[in-house]
């Protein structure tokens, strides 16, 4: 199994950035799909989430970032997707993939990307 990310980096407030995480080992359709972050000091926290295929993919957003993030996720190229737009200095964190199935006992962490917003 692996979740590996990619497209974080420094941004200027009021900028965009778009993370991408690459799955493969499993059936991605199948997993729930979440985005965390972790800044200096503080706990990891649920930044957004996209339900399976059967699910119907429904979404859900932390208050902090509602109206600013968009999560989308391609189940035939097995990627989930961060879209970051209006970024604050406060979103400044390491981002990581998440892939959940509960009912089976799985749950996948990709290694993380840096994302930091300062001018």
């Known amino acids: 199994v692996q979740l ?3 497209g974080g980096g420094l941004v200027q407030p009021g900028g965009s950035l778009r993370l991408s995480c690459a799955a493969s080992g499993f059936t991605f359709s199948s997993y729930l799909m ?6 200096p000091g503080k706990e990891r926290e649920l930044v957004a989430s996209i339900g399976s295929i059967s699910t119907g993919g429904r979404t859900n957003y932390a208050d902090s970032v509602k109206g600013r993030f968009t999560i989308s996720r391609d189940n035939a190229k097995s990627t989930v997707y961060l879209q970051m737009n209006s970024l604050k200095p406060e979103d400044t964190a390491v981002y990581y993939c998440n892939a959940a199935r509960p009912a089976y006992y799985a749950n996948y962490w990709g290694q993380g990307t840096q994302v930091t917003v300062s001018s």
Do not use: D, I, K
Not at 34 to 39: D, E, K, S
């Open 4 to 6: 590996v990310e990619s």
């Open 34 to 39: 979440r985005w965390h972050r972790q800044a």
